[in-house]
């Protein structure tokens, strides 16, 4: 008779943006001896962005923001489930990805004795992290500046932000129908904050119809039809997607970051880390609504190495458009130099990194897989 196999159910909990979402998944590739299990904001549209390739079960996750009053009860409740969860899989550990939908799970590991590992990709933690500092047993950081947000006992390991292999590709022009002998620019917003930097790039753009390159710009879906129109008014080369998918592939952002001779995007940590580690040019306009500005320090180590420029929304008018346009675009001598700064400074093996110090912290949480053969009748 065969036993079953010992499970080494690891839950990775939280979300909501793929920020958060895609380098937990490339450290939970990294870890083969490990089966994980994906808890994830009920309204955040998360169990498309991991598409079939791990399990995953949605729970709603209270934010502390809407509705005061009520959160404790909101949070009890949703504990209560991820309790139930974390029974029903046998887990072994909860792995919190950083956002408010980490809290339950983290917070349901520590009530039933399990180990609690963190995720920071930021330079300046969020919220729900500093919250379950306390309790972890382990924190995986993105950034050298953000060791400095924690207290000296804190059992932290900088690693990098992991990053996925689906977006190490070379470059196909043809698979979005653009010129491979043309420089061409990548433009992208995130789940949060496109709305402005579209406008303001198009502004820019238009005002530069004498400079020879082309456009690949995710405007999300609500801006598609919009930006798609700005372009055909002006006359540029563009290809207009709402967004594109994570998987190897002719039209997914790792054929996209391929073709992109310099990239215009927001600071979320993941966009910094990946422009990094695959050598790209990178002009980064932080998304400025956050209370605590952590994407413009997410920022601040390549900007000060020379391998990307940080500009503030406000100052990323029609001139400033035009000026990055042409130092850092249509000039080949200018993007070789950045390029060649990221790629010094990008982390290729971040997720091995920080798989590595999750085993390690969790160490004897995590058994290794047994098939028991019973002889005899």
């Known amino acids: 008779m065969i036993a079953p196999l010992r499970r080494n159910v690891v839950v990775f909990a939280g979300g909501g943006t793929g920020g958060?979402?895609?380098?937990?998944?490339?450290?939970?590739?990294?870890?083969?001896?490990v089966q994980p299990l994906f808890l994830v904001p009920s309204d955040r549209g998360d169990e498309e962005r991991l598409d079939g390739e791990f399990r995953s079960v949605a729970i709603e996750s209270p934010r502390i923001d809407r509705g005061r009053v009520l959160y404790p009860a909101r949070l009890a409740r949703a504990v209560w489930r991820a309790r139930s969860v974390l029974r029903d899989e046998e887990a072994k550990a909860v792995?919190?990805?950083?956002s408010y939908s980490s809290v339950p799970a983290c917070l349901a590991a520590r009530s039933l004795g399990l180990p609690v590992y963190l995720m920071a990709f930021d330079a300046v933690p969020g919220r729900a992290t500093r919250l379950l500092t306390p309790i972890a047993k382990g924190i995986g950081l993105?950034?050298?500046?953000?060791?400095?947000?924690?207290?000296?006992?804190?059992?932290?390991?900088?690693?990098?932000?992991?990053?996925?292999?689906?977006l190490r590709q070379e470059p196909d022009a043809a698979a979005f129908g653009l010129n491979p002998e043309t420089p061409?620019?990548?433009?992208?917003?995130?789940?949060?904050?496109?709305?402005?930097?579209?406008?303001?790039?198009?502004?820019?753009?238009?005002?530069s119809s004498e400079l020879d390159f082309q456009v690949l710009h995710i405007s999300g879906a609500e801006e598609q039809q919009l930006v798609s129109d700005a372009y055909e008014t002006m006359g540029r080369?563009?290809?207009?997607?709402?967004?594109?998918?994570t998987a190897t592939g002719p039209a997914s952002m790792g054929a996209a970051y391929a073709l992109a001779d310099l990239v215009v995007c927001r600071g979320g940590a993941?966009?910094?880390?990946?422009?990094?580690?695959?050598?790209?040019?990178?002009?980064?306009?932080?998304?400025?609504?956050?209370?605590?500005?952590?994407?413009?320090?997410?920022?601040?180590?390549?900007?000060?190495?020379?391998?990307?420029?940080?500009v503030e929304q406000d100052d990323l008018d029609v001139a400033c458009v035009r000026g990055i346009l042409q130092r850092y675009l249509v000039q080949p001598s200018e993007r070789q130099r950045m390029a060649d700064l990221a790629a010094a400074m990008g982390r290729p093996a971040a997720a091995r990194s920080m798989a590595a110090h999750l085993i390690e912290t969790l160490g004897d949480a995590l058994a290794e897989p047994q098939v028991t053969v019973e002889l005899g009748g």
């Not at 080369?237 to 998918?245: E, I, Q, S, T, Y």
């Open 95 to 98: 792995v919190g990805l950083g």
């Open 142 to 166: 993105g950034s050298e500046l953000a060791r400095a947000r924690f207290p000296l006992n804190a059992p932290c390991r900088v690693t990098g932000t992991p990053l996925r292999e689906e």
């Open 270 to 310: 993941s966009s910094v880390a990946e422009c990094l580690a695959l050598g790209k040019p990178a002009v980064f306009v932080p998304y400025p609504w956050h209370r605590d500005g952590h994407q413009a320090r997410n920022a601040q180590a390549a900007a000060r190495s020379g391998a990307a420029v940080v």
């Open 20 to 33: 958060h979402l895609y380098p937990a998944i490339a450290v939970a590739r990294a870890m083969p001896s």
């Open 184 to 207: 061409t620019l990548l433009v992208f917003g995130g789940s949060q904050g496109a709305r402005d930097l579209n406008r303001r790039v198009i502004s820019g753009i238009a005002a």
């Open 237 to 245: 080369r563009a290809v207009v997607k709402p967004f594109l998918g």
